[in-house]
Nanobody, 123 residues
Framework: QVQLVESGGGLVQAGGSLRLSCAASGRTFSYYAMAWFRQAPGKEREFVTAISWGGGATYYADSVKGRFTISRDNTNDTAYLQMNSLKPEDTAVYYC????????????????WGQGTQVTVSS
């Protein structure tokens, strides 16, 4: 029902910024919360951030709070991840997901996933 395509990844220096986009297609985009996850080499996939259906509620992992901002534009079916003050430990493949549930402990139930986009932070 929903297809997701990430873009905007690349190589940046520590302290720099990058903006990821997640373009969605399908009739049900606006009814899903959206989330970003990341997976570094040899590590498990981890939750980064999520945003509610209408954008009124956001959630952030402690590791990115204050540096990353999630947003969505339901008029063009796109979710965004603005990443500032990037650190080498932010290096990972970043995935967007359409999620059905977000629990208080930030565990999620995701129905759809994008293909991922590589973010590499040097220095």
């Amino acid at each position: 029902q929903v297809q997701l395509v990430e873009s905007g990844g690349g190589l940046v220096q520590a302290g720099g910024s990058l903006r990821l986009s997640c373009a969605a297609s399908g009739r049900t985009f606006s009814y899903y919360a959206m989330a970003w996850f990341r997976q570094a080499p040899g590590k498990e996939r981890e939750f980064v951030t999520a945003i509610s259906w209408g954008g009124g509620a956001t959630y952030y992992a402690d590791s990115v709070k204050g540096r990353f901002t999630i947003s969505r534009d339901n008029t063009n079916d796109t979710a965004y991840l603005q990443m500032n003050s990037l650190k080498p430990e932010d290096t990972a493949v970043y995935y967007c997901a359409a999620v059905r549930r977000i629990y208080p402990d930030l565990r999620t139930i995701a129905d759809y996933w994008g293909q991922g986009t590589q973010v590499t932070v040097s220095s």
